[in-house]
Structures are given as structure tokens and as C-alpha cells.
């Protein structure tokens, strides 16, 4: 299947920094990619969906200011943490579609962000 | 937001012993799938089915999607330690390509 890569995978950051969690398509193409959030022991909650080359689309209740993506190519979206702080930890997970038609998606390994 | 619950939270069984997922959802869908995740890890996609389909195969695994109930279920026929996971559905509804999960069944399997 397609492979899609998370970078990094774990992160340790002291509060007010920001960290930046790069999504790569490694064998395809993806205009469209998704970043997901998870709590322990909960569900994946979508946060954003990002679209190559214009602004992404943001789910209700989560801050576009705090949780910056960029889209620039075909292969790669970006999430930012902006200004971190100890409740932004999580696991946070991209996912993206080698097939719009299918429904299909393809997922990262996650990223664990822990703020101190 | 979630699109619907799982049930049982957690399943703990044999090796060798079937185990059986229920999800239910809320609003039409165009397709439901499973996927598993071991801790910490990302997710795997398990099998896709199709709103005009009723049951679907691929391997040790078997789902059925019940529109009119708003349910699907996964079972993992003769379970093995290595299937100890967490499982989710997620379905697929309108226009939208993004998934919406449900809220997952922990499932260990004691060798």
C-alpha cells in the first residue's frame, strides 16, 4: 500500500515554543491530507483537512491560530503548534488518500508531542 | 465529532477464540472501514466496505454493514496475540473524504 510519513515522531518541547510535524506521501500524489488529534485511550478527532496549494479547512472548535498547516506541494503538509502549551500534548496523526474516489486512507505513524 | 460508538470498549479473549466488534453510526455513509492500531502507532487500514454491500472477506477477517441499523461489525476468526490492538471504524458520508471514527474496541488476545 501507499506509505506516509510522520516526522517526528516524538517531541519534547518546553511551553510557549512551537513545533512543526511534517506529513510526507512518499509513493504518491495527495491534494488532500488530514491531521487528526488523539488523547490516550480515545478516538482520532479530526482537526483540519489540508488542501494543496490554498487554506486549510479547519473542524469546528479547533483554533486555525494555534494549529498552523501549510500544504505547499503535492507530497508534504505541515501542522505547527504555535505557542505550545501542556494541554497541546497529544498524538497527532496524518493521514492522506492516494484515491479521492475510494475512500481509502492511508496513515502516518503519528507524532507524540509532550509539552513540558 | 465522532460518528458513532463501538461496543465493547475492550474484549479480551483466548488465542484461537473469535472476536467479534460492533460499531454503529448516525448519518448515511458512503462506505465504512476498519482500521487497527497498536499503541503508539499510526493506523492500519483493514477492509473497506461499500454501502450497497451487505459482507465482505479478506483473510481471517469478516465484516458486515447493516444500513438500515446503522451498524457494522468485524470479526477476527481464530485470534492470534499479535491481533491484541485497538480497533476503530470510521466511515466515509456525502461529499466529504475525510473519516470520522468511532470511538474503538481495545482488544487483547491472551496466548
Known amino acids: 500500500g501507499a506509505v506516509v510519513s510522520q516526522h517526528p515522531s516524538w517531541v519534547i518541547c518546553k511551553s510557549g515554543t512551537s513545533v512543526k510535524i511534517e506529513c510526507r506521501s512518499l509513493d504518491f500524489q495527495a491534494t488532500t491530507m488530514f491531521w487528526y488529534r488523539q488523547f490516550p485511550k480515545q478516538s482520532l478527532m479530526l482537526m483540519a483537512t489540508s488542501n494543496e496549494g490554498s487554506k486549510a479547512t479547519y473542524e469546528q472548535g479547533v483554533e486555525k491560530d494555534k494549529f498552523l498547516i501549510n500544504h505547499a506541494s503535492l507530497t508534504l503538509s505541515t501542522l505547527t503548534v504555535t505557542s505550545a502549551h501542556p494541554e497541546d500534548s497529544s498524538f497527532y496523526i496524518c493521514s492522506a488518500s492516494q484515491d479521492p474516489g475510494t475512500g481509502e486512507l492511508f496513515f502516518g505513524e503519528g507524532s507524540r508531542l509532550t509539552v513540558l | 465529532s465522532q460518528q458513532g460508538e463501538e461496543d465493547p470498549q475492550a474484549l479480551s479473549i483466548q488465542e484461537g477464540e473469535n472476536a467479534t466488534m460492533n460499531c454503529s453510526y448516525k448519518t448515511s455513509i458512503n462506505n465504512l472501514q476498519w482500521y487497527r492500531q497498536n499503541s503508539g502507532r499510526g493506523l492500519v487500514h483493514l477492509i473497506l466496505i461499500r454501502s450497497n454491500e451487505r459482507e465482505k472477506h479478506s483473510g481471517r477477517l469478516r465484516v458486515t454493514l447493516d444500513t438500515s441499523k446503522k451498524s457494522s461489525s468485524l470479526l477476527i476468526t481464530a485470534s492470534r496475540a499479535a491481533d491484541t490492538a485497538s480497533y476503530f471504524c470510521?466511515?466515509?458520508?456525502?461529499?466529504?473524504?475525510?473519516?470520522?471514527f468511532g470511538s474503538g474496541t481495545q482488544l487483547t488476545v491472551l496466548p
Open positions: 470510521a466511515t466515509v458520508s456525502g461529499s466529504a473524504r475525510q473519516l470520522t
